[in-house]
């Protein structure tokens, strides 16, 4: 058995000296801050390491003002040996190629990992060689981490690859329709998705610069984004993606437009989501309403929302909050399930 | 022959007492207020008249800050008889039913109107008793005022419908494409549109608080908006349109999936694109530079951009102001038209 | 003795049978739905009643789609009585008229009440007369819910007036440089305040439409904003207070420029704040680096920020979530104390 | 005589050949490409050159997506010697170090120079070796541009230092009351401005990258701004300035608080204004009623309301667009002040 941590120990009274050993590797982007955000506040686990390649040893309070008075730990700089060795479960939130290189290596330690780059998202090789040409094999017990589609595989993995944003709000709303066999075949599938800001990271570009987000809207990657061939690959067919940037920090919302089979009506279509979305916290059913942003930023929430008119023509309309959902609170979400401890643990 | 005004009279040289009198009904709503700062700059035209229900008799720059120094005028209430005999061009930018109304009486009195309304768009009774049941006939000489693509019946035009904004980026793009017979018949044409909230006019609903749109994005009106029939009328078949709000004031993206035959490149898309808009002042070609909002906001401009894969798969990408192009500016444009004016006077 | 609730309760281990029992008046409006969003999550508390003027009986899950699988009770209709009965201690997020009438009743009953209305904050008569007409005379055992600065009076009170959003952030800063003798007597003290939109409410007005506030910054309010009497009385002296307008959805900044005693520097100030917030977990020092509203949005923090130039001139900065600690987070913060609990209890 | 244009060439009707030549240095910038959309459509001058340190010879066009159709010229390496002699007017758009070089030369050669940057704004030598130590002496001929207060020196010209964005809107509220003696003396002057992030220029940092902006309110450059200084310059005292980034693109609020004599009242400031603003067509005053951002972007106007209250504390309020009468609109307001134009050609 390849368990590395005794997640009863969690819960087994005996305090903060048993709790679960957690590290965060590259603590200072967006995805990492909410990762010590989460994770500070864990009732279940200790942070023991919170690295940055920028790190000298500066506290955290001092590079981080938001997390003053919640994360009290350093940020320190990154050493793969002693992240192995301090942690029973580590987070990756670095850039693909750093993060393919270190997982593996990780694994290797018997350290559990969760890893929120793209290196690790794609089953198929060839793919994997065009948009992560730096991953090289993928390490045994790796799991990919949507976690309410994927529950068991996540509960069995060493690893865990954490779904990109894009990817997580689209299949969270397609998958169950083609699993029920509602999408009709031979129709175009478009993922019409809009994105805030924050998703392309604190690197700074010109894209990135507030004067050309402000007051604008913009296509992006089209025919060219590595999240598309996540999404086929979660979706088992051909998707014509586009994301846009929208002048907001958080959030993202994904309009997914199929055909549905003659006499399929927003009833169909609500009983496969109930069915598949039965008892899960975190997945809210909207139905005709349809969802907003607005409604699940700063949470681990995904909304959808559907509407299906006579001629066979379906929008599906899915909402996450892109850096919980969509990144860090999915990921918390997933070592919740592979320390068998209740999946929502800090993240309410 | 109907010509109620003499264009030759603006360019004669004879001054102000000669230029075409024009007179603007709904002058403090958005679109209202537009035309008020680009008609009160316009070299060969004089504002005799504009007008709001809610005016007592306050001087506009009391009630309109923005235009104080610009509009000099007063704000008077509507009063119809005045109107068509004041103005030898009259601007409707009013609710669809008071526009219903109007518009009958000034064409019947000879005046030439200009109607930013929806009441006019439809040509079909059935689906203009369904979006504009206050519509009843449709005056005789109504053009369609798609300017680019419907220039003669504008010239010839006693009355002018004004596109909707959606249907004006998403026309733009897409009729080209059908006329040139590069649209493959049996997919799906998706068009998802992201619009600023000015398209929403000045009414205050829950829907256009600020607290509501700012950091959030909704899809509304699936299926069942009314600028989906008239972009549908406009592409002679089934569109599927979903319009979103996106938190910015101004400007309107709409993105097009089409499918297109084998063999289509983005050369055969440009070239017709440039064949269409060749000397067109106001439609800028970007090819796969996509175009942005930022680009075209607070202009009359329209930028157009397009993608095409190998599978057969087209994305195109159109953006306007929706307060300019999208309704004031174009029409000013086709104000311009009708009078033999160059079309850009007092647009640039 | 007044106490109409047990504390020990809470903490007992008897379980939710013995939870504190709460209630919301005006529980749709801004400030209604983070009380339940904090309240619905808070371990020692029950939510035994959430109530709005135009609630018939729909769930709250329906009317608030940002609290579904959060807030699982109904919203209901305000009936006074049942109120009393229901609940041992009330939150009042109502207007300053509706609170005015409601709140002694409450009182008179025994129950404990948190006003977040500006109704009973003003001690003086004449002023109280100005702002508030409604309110008749102060309850007895009613505390000014400046937590950190009026601790003692709050954990004896039998309802507390939680402050205004502006004099929260102002007086944190203000107060213990006052008391502490630093500011300069005869100079002018400016208070600069920039806030977002949702400290307005929901009301609809021109005011909060987005098309006038995005992109835009107003002031407002210019010796005339009820919360200037409000800081002047905290401060003990007169103050020149504007509030302005700013576009974005929740904070509060407020710039204060005083004049400091010769000799004074930013030490002596660090000294002063440091020893006044000892130990306060919700307040947080950053000295020179001068706080930002992003850092203290969705939470209950005050972070304040100061510098000093040897001519005696200071400038102090503090901002906070107006929504948290500028209300619902303060309001529960006072319950917290009121009831002998932690105070960060469900506010981290 | 040191006229080394004529204007009377502009107005001749000889037309475009003998249209005042006029070049850009720093043309890709936020305020050169102002300056490009300006002087592209501006009927007295003819664009000769627009450079840009980054450019090799790429067109406008394809680096400007915004200027298609509009700027149809090239962007060309910055090149002095050929500046100076293919143009009668230099504007730099240039950073200070770059200007602080270039403008002597181009003044020696002969050529008007309008300098957008801060090198030559501070007369006092140490101050400006504090500020802008690359400055060397200040050129002969040179007038400081704040166009309503500077006419005459700016008429007579050889290069104008054009103002800054919070000078500018500052000393246009401040300036006629001390002036008139209307300002109290003894009491603080204090500044408190709110500026649009395209302020800070198109230079990529942490402080605009969209995320930390969006959202987000922030002081900065506390005691230390060198628009501290030039407001202190134009206004012959000590002022309290503390400047403001907020989450807009353009546009600058400045509220500036002072003490008025006894007696003095809203009318009394009404009147010094009417007097200096008399016949201005870029001042608009609005009195009591406040300005507001959105009522000047995107235009040359300078809006200023003031408030006073019996005790003798006054406050006002300016609001003008950054980039325009901040910046580019001022500059070549300054141009045809300098050439004889009306000062508004080219600006409505």
């Not at 048993?18 to 982007?29: L, S, W």
């Not at 793969?80 to 693909?96: E, G, I, K, R």
């Not at 949470?299 to 892109?322: K, M, Y």
Request: aromatic share 6%; glycine share 10%.
């Amino acid at each position: 058995m390849h368990t590395a941590v005794h997640p009863t120990a969690a819960t087994s009274g005996a305090g903060a000296a048993k709790a679960i050993r957690v590290a965060v590797a590259g603590a200072t982007g967006f995805t990492g801050q909410e990762l010590l955000r989460i994770l500070s506040r864990h009732p279940s686990v200790r942070l023991t390491a919170a690295t940055s390649s920028g790190a000298a040893s500066s506290t955290g309070a001092r590079k981080l003002p938001a997390l003053a008075h919640i994360f009290k730990g350093q940020i320190t700089p990154l050493d793969p040996p002693s992240l192995a060795q301090d942690a029973d479960v580590v987070f990756l939130a670095l850039p693909d190629k750093a993060a393919a290189e270190l997982a593996p290596m990780l694994v290797e330690a018997g350290v559990r990992v969760i890893d929120l780059s793209g290196a690790f998202r794609l089953q198929d090789q060839a793919l994997r060689a065009r948009w992560y040409p730096e991953t090289r094999a993928l390490p045994q017990g790796l799991a990919y981490g949507l976690t309410e589609l994927e529950r068991p595989s996540v509960a069995d993995a060493r690893m865990v690859a954490n779904p990109g944003c894009y990817p997580t709000a689209t299949l969270l709303a397609l998958r169950p329709l083609i699993s029920a066999g509602l999408i009709a075949p031979g129709a175009d599938i478009v993922v019409d998705a809009k994105s805030g800001v924050s998703g392309a990271g604190k690197t700074l570009s010109e894209r990135t610069h507030f004067s050309e987000v402000h007051g604008s809207v913009a296509a992006y990657g089209v025919f060219g984004h590595r999240h598309g061939a996540e999404i086929e690959q979660g979706a088992g067919c051909q998707v014509n993606f586009v994301p846009h940037l929208m002048p907001l920090d958080r959030g993202l919302l994904s309009t997914i437009y199929v055909r549905v089979p003659p006499g399929t009506t927003e009833e169909s279509l609500a009983s496969v989501y109930e069915r598949t979305y039965a008892g899960e916290p975190f997945v809210r059913l909207v139905g005709a309403a349809l969802p907003e942003i607005k409604h699940v930023a700063h949470t681990n929430f995904c909304d959808i929302g559907w509407r299906v008119d006579p001629s066979g023509r379906a929008v599906l309309v899915s909402v996450i909050d892109n850096l919980l959902k969509g990144a860090s609170g999915q990921a918390v979400q997933n070592m919740n399930v592979m320390l068998g401890l209740d999946q929502t643990t800090g993240l309410l």
